[in-house]
């Protein structure tokens, strides 16, 4: 098995946030895509956060591609000036006003490879304690909802937590024994 060869490649959007590239490829096997869309997001990274008192630190904010409210681990995109850790330790004190001691790193995933260059980083933070109001940028509205760690289950049977990402991380987490503090 071989690497596509970029023939050609072009830029169609270039954002803040999204930038879509048109590739013309030609597969490990010789054949030829004329157009072959490849997006480039900022990566991100996202928390498992557990307090003292063994409850789940989740977040409650609308998502428009979804066109609903959702409920998701705190997350969000890595600035260029931080370290995946230190982008999900920001997150959580923005979004949540939660911070921890102590952090593990669970990995990394892509999130859609085929298509999407981006990475998602996942950390577990243990022992979290409210210490600040949350700080939110303008376009942010985000409601701070606690569960206890024994609903975890439920939350992603009854498909209250479906973000891919996020239940990956919460089941490896739970897996590995990361969430109990």
């Excluded at 997150?91 to 001691?101: P, S, V, W």
């Amino acid at each position: 098995m071989k690497p596509w060869e970029i023939l050609e490649s072009r830029l169609l959007l270039d954002k803040r946030w999204l930038r879509v590239r048109e590739d013309r490829v030609r597969t490990g096997s010789g054949h030829v895509i004329d157009e072959f869309h490849v997006l480039e997001c900022p990566s991100w990274s996202c928390v498992c956060c557990v307090t003292r008192d063994q409850q789940l630190v989740l977040v409650e904010q609308y998502r428009h591609g979804r066109g609903a409210i959702t409920l998701e681990i705190p997350a969000g995109v890595i600035e260029t000036t931080e370290t995946p850790l230190a982008g999900a330790q920001r997150e959580l004190r923005e979004e949540t006003g939660y911070e921890a001691e102590d952090w593990v790193a669970l990995g990394t995933l892509r999130p859609e490879p085929a298509r999407n260059t981006h990475r998602a980083f996942l950390f577990v933070a243990r022992g979290a304690v409210r210490c600040f109001m949350q700080a939110l940028d303008p376009s942010e509205d985000v409601r701070v909802r606690l569960h206890p760690l024994a609903e975890l289950d439920a939350l992603i049977d009854e498909g209250r937590v479906d973000h891919a990402v996020h239940v990956a991380a919460l089941l490896l987490a739970a897996r590995r024994g990361l969430l109990v503090g």
